[in-house]
């Protein structure tokens, strides 16, 4: 299955800055997917990175507060924007499409925002 | 301000003993499903998945059993180990190819 390289792995952001997430894959992928992961909760999709075209949101999240973009098939970057404390949570990109190989997930990227 | 999240259900079980682990899902239209093991400070890891077409599936010291009637499945591990413990997610996949996952069970293993 693909190996997915997340950076950075934990960041501390002052309140009102934005923060962008990269996420590579280390084989083509047909879809690459944002997560994001609350303190003792499960997973929530925010949105699926479309190769040269705009990401597609899901209800509760717009573009505006998490920009992204999918250059090509490896690459991926989840931006943070206009943080507040809220925003304080694991950020985990997923790659898959190919139902024998599962979806795989980076390490995540824990945001905290003072 | 701090929040306060939800805690998850917490199973826990002597070492040597096997855990199962339950998860119901939403959609009756969802044709594949994936088990996942998250450690501490770690992304999910795959263990196991099964598609719609069959109600059982083996793995290595892992079962999966899906009851497609009522929207249920569950995760066996036998001969359960401390290096088990950690959270444990079921997910579907929804006809829109997105992976949707469920609460999650946090797995304790007594040595």
């Known amino acids: 299955s693909a190996v997915i390289s997340q950076k950075p792995s934990r960041d501390i952001c002052q309140r009102g800055t934005s923060l962008t997430i990269q996420c590579q894959v280390d084989?083509?992928?047909?879809?690459m997917f944002w997560y994001r992961q609350q303190p003792g909760q499960s997973l929530t999709l925010i949105a699926t990175?479309?190769?040269?075209?705009?990401?597609?949101?899901e209800s509760g999240f717009v573009i505006d507060k998490f920009p992204i973009s999918r250059p090509n098939l490896t690459f991926s970057t989840l931006t943070v924007s206009n943080m507040s404390p809220e925003d304080s949570s694991i950020y985990l990109c997923s790659a898959g499409g190919q139902r024998v190989l599962g979806y795989t997930f980076g390490s995540g990227t824990r945001l905290t925002v003072v | 301000g701090e929040s306060v999240g939800l805690h998850l259900p917490t199973l826990s079980v002597q070492e040597g003993d096997n855990s199962i682990i339950n998860c119901a899902y939403s959609?009756?239209?969802?044709?594949?499903f994936i088990w996942y093991k998250q450690e501490s400070g770690k992304g999910p890891q795959f263990i196991i998945d099964?598609?719609?077409?069959?109600d059982k599936r083996q793995g290595q010291r892992v079962t999966v059993l899906l009851n497609k009637t009522v929207k249920h499945l569950s995760l066996q591990i036998a001969a359960t180990q401390p290096g088990d413990s950690a959270v444990y997610f079921c997910a579907e996949l929804n006809q829109g190819g997105k992976l949707i996952f469920g609460q999650g069970t946090e797995l304790s293993v007594k040595p």
């Open positions: 959609n009756s239209a969802s044709d594949y």
């Open positions: 099964i598609r719609s077409n069959m």
């Open positions: 084989s083509q992928v047909t879809m």
């Open positions: 990175a479309n190769q040269g075209s705009e990401a597609t949101y």
